[in-house]
């Protein structure tokens, strides 16, 4: 008889601490929104398995045009070299994005498009001479993936303590809000004369990973007037917040001003394959188009482009382009309201906060909310029992679901969450 292994064995699963982390939980199949594991147990998927999964899983008309695509052309080297599903990618996203973006960049993940962004906003200026602007401008808090670039980027906490040293100055301002704005826009101007800033890089209108934190467009237009002002280049990272997660199909449509630089991923092939892109405008691209070959941009991946990765793209952007698409995003952010409005009264409600698909309920709890708050763990198991994938950030209950999320799978994600207050209360998590 041979001897099952273990998922553990030889895995070492991310963000996990293996020593006392819950056996990982093995997936077969799944269809839609839901996960069948292998002991039979379904689980609703609330939270597009790190929300990337918008279209639910399984979608037919992307797993078609991937299995096309294959039997095509799976992969060709894409330095002089291109393929059609890039063309038709790049040129899907240039149309639906706001006016002013030109030229798309491959790179292959949230962390990479980051990455991607940050050297271009660097080099952008080095290139035109201004070798003194090496800074970025970030918020508190902000995660923007897990490469060194993007750690800088981020805010300093637990999960990069360990590389404090190798990671460069970046300017951290408070994310904003109606009682800090003239505080922080102060802030942002006086960092902003002394010259040394490439970039200022941001979340538009939510911070996923700090907690679903949401701050106004208002806010933000102004930060991003003050840049432009003082010739900081601007990098909006929609890796979460991209292809209809706020509402709109890019949260910066809902800023007056625009950005130079966009990092897109997640969501962008529908869960299917990792892609991200980085796409800038015409003057990012121009600073770097010259006979000098040194004012190149040396950077790729050998997956740049992946036809596989296009074709899926390809696929899920037609599908958020669909008015069923846009039916669900809207229908899921009116549910979420009165949800939200049904449950703020409970004791173990502290806050709710929303924009467009997203819901963030933040609870009471006698502990600092943080990430490694103990609330997560127990909230974390019962869903788990309940048969639903959440996965709370702290005391940040959220829920990020596939569009195609059934009336019936929202509400019974619903209940599982007002039961799990009840639970909560009663289990008394709330005591420090
Ligand atoms: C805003 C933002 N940027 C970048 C990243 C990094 O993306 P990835 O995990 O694909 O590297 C994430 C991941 O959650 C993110 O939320």
């Known amino acids: 008889m041979s001897q099952q292994l273990q998922s553990t064995d030889h895995i070492w699963h991310p963000f996990t601490q293996m020593k006392t982390a819950d056996a990982p939980i093995q997936i077969v ?69 706001p006016s ?37 401008i970030a918020f508190e808090n902000a995660y923007h993936g897990d490469t060194f670039g993007a750690m800088s980027a981020g805010g300093r906490s637990t999960f990069n303590a360990a590389f404090q040293q190798q990671l460069f100055e970046v300017f951290h301002i408070p994310l904003p809000t109606k009682d800090n704005i003239e505080a922080v826009s102060a802030q942002f101007k006086k960092i902003a004369e002394q010259d040394t800033v490439a970039a200022f890089i941001f979340e538009p209108l939510v911070q996923g990973a700090a907690g679903m934190q949401m701050y106004e467009a208002a806010h933000l237009d102004k930060l991003i007037g003050l840049a432009k002002e003082h010739n900081i280049l601007c990098i909006a990272d929609e890796v979460m917040t991209g292809f209809g997660r706020t509402g709109t199909v890019f949260a910066i449509e809902q800023l007056e001003q625009s950005p130079d630089i966009i990092c897109l991923s997640k969501g962008i092939t529908g869960g299917f394959l990792p892609l991200g892109v980085t796409v800038s405008t015409q003057k990012i691209y121009d600073a770097f ?25 390809n ?67 019962f869903y788990i029992d309940q048969g639903v994938l959440l996965r709370p950030l702290g005391n940040v209950v959220y829920i990020m679901p596939p569009y195609c999320i059934t009336a019936a799978e929202l509400q019974r994600v619903y209940d599982v969450i007002a039961l799990s207050l009840d639970f909560l209360q009663q289990s008394g998590t709330t005591t420090a």
């Not at 990455?115 to 070798?131: D, L």
């Not at 188009?289 to 074709?311: E, I, M, Q, R, W």
């Open 29 to 97: 199949r799944a269809k839609d929104c839901a996960l069948h594991a292998l002991d039979g147990k379904i689980y609703i998927d609330a939270i597009s398995s790190w929300w990337v999964n918008i279209h639910g899983h399984a979608n037919e008309y992307i797993a078609s045009a991937i299995a096309q695509q294959a039997q095509t052309l799976e992969q060709v080297i894409f330095a002089g070299f291109t393929h059609q599903p890039a063309i038709d990618l790049s040129k899907t996203l240039i149309r639906l994005l």
């Open 100 to 136: 002013g973006f030109s030229k798309v960049f491959f790179s292959d993940d949230g962390s990479t498009s980051v990455e991607v962004a940050i050297k271009m906003a660097f080099q952008y200026w080095h290139n035109q001479g201004s070798t003194h602007k090496t800074k970025l």
């Open 289 to 313: 188009y010259a006979d000098d070959v040194t004012k190149t941009f040396f950077h790729g991946h050998s997956y740049t482009a992946n036809p596989l990765a296009c074709a899926a793209a």
């Open 315 to 381: 696929a899920s952007m037609h599908l958020l382009q669909q008015e069923s698409c846009k039916d669900q995003i809207r229908f899921i952010g009116l549910q979420h309201q009165s949800f939200a409005k049904n449950i703020a009264l409970h004791p173990m409600v502290k806050s709710t906060r929303q924009t467009g698909t997203i819901l963030a309920i933040e609870l009471q709890t006698g502990e600092a909310g943080s990430y490694f708050n103990s609330i997560r763990q127990h909230a974390y198991r």
